[in-house]
């Protein structure tokens, strides 16, 4: 029997079990093949791991959230093999947790004790500004109206650009720093999202901004050791913990309202300092 491991890297937590995932499968006589999620992010990473899966695999455990669980189903792309996802990330409505701990689920799992539930996949096709429509009648004659200008695209590489000044240098811990560019695409999303949920809270009658920015930090409270932290810079698309609760927030008007954060205090950044995407 041949199983495949899935981690998300950058939490200390999914390492950990996966290490101690492997040990027990090789005590049950299972070979164990495992794969960062850092390396699932991209076509390069998904072949090169591609090419080292053995052509009968058996099953996939993935250690993380819905993102892990996600990528996992991209590499094995129309492959038949079961997945097995245990909660590891903030995100879990695709995986099971982990309450009774990862061996006796995994147990379960090979004993035939659990029960599989089939889900569908959607192939999506992108077409971009005057590609035709792949699926519709006529497609060739009738080309997608023009929805993002050219000017709008240079304006949103311009304000990615300064995303990745806003992140690029900052270190999460001593001598470990950010890779702006690296990781643009999830500083993009964190941005975005804070950004949403900020606009949601001012419409409830008597705003709460402090207990909605205490707990959107509390989101991204973590530990890990220097290796690790220092291994995530320099694999990992998500900006360490500490910068995806600091760094977003700092860019919010409100926040500042909220905290009355002033010159000099540690948080504050001029207002010509600050990033909005959207």
Known sequence: ????????????????????????LGEQGIRALVADSASLGNDQGRAAIRAQLPEVLD???????????????????????????????????????DDNGLIPLVAEALAGELTAERRSVLSLDVACEGEPDPYGEGA???PYPQIV??????????????VVAFYDGVEAAPGIACNGTLTISENVADLGALACITDIESQEEEPDYQTLYRTAAR????????????????????????????????????????????????????????????
């Open 149 to 162: 200008t050219e000017e709008d695209y240079a304006a949103f590489q311009a304000l990615c650009e300064k």
């Open 219 to 278: 989101t991204w409270r973590g530990t890990g050791s220097r290796e690790m932290r220092s291994y995530s810079a320099l694999m990992d698309v998500h900006a360490p913990d500490k910068l995806r609760g600091n760094r977003a927030l700092q860019s919010l008007d409100e926040f500042y309202e909220a905290f009355d954060i002033q010159p000099g205090d540690g948080m504050y950044l001029p207002q010509e300092a600050r990033v909005q995407i959207w």
């Open 140 to 142: 060739e004659e009738v």
């Open 59 to 97: 099953m996939a455990v993935v250690l993380g959230g819905d993102g892990t669980v996600l990528h996992t189903v991209h590499l094995l792309n129309n492959r038949q093999v079961p997945i097995l996802p245990v909660n590891f990330g903030r995100l879990g409505f695709l995986a099971n947790a």
């Open 1 to 24: 029997m041949q199983i495949l491991v899935v981690r998300n890297n950058s939490n200390p937590q999914a390492v950990d079990a996966s290490m101690l995932l492997v040990a027990y």
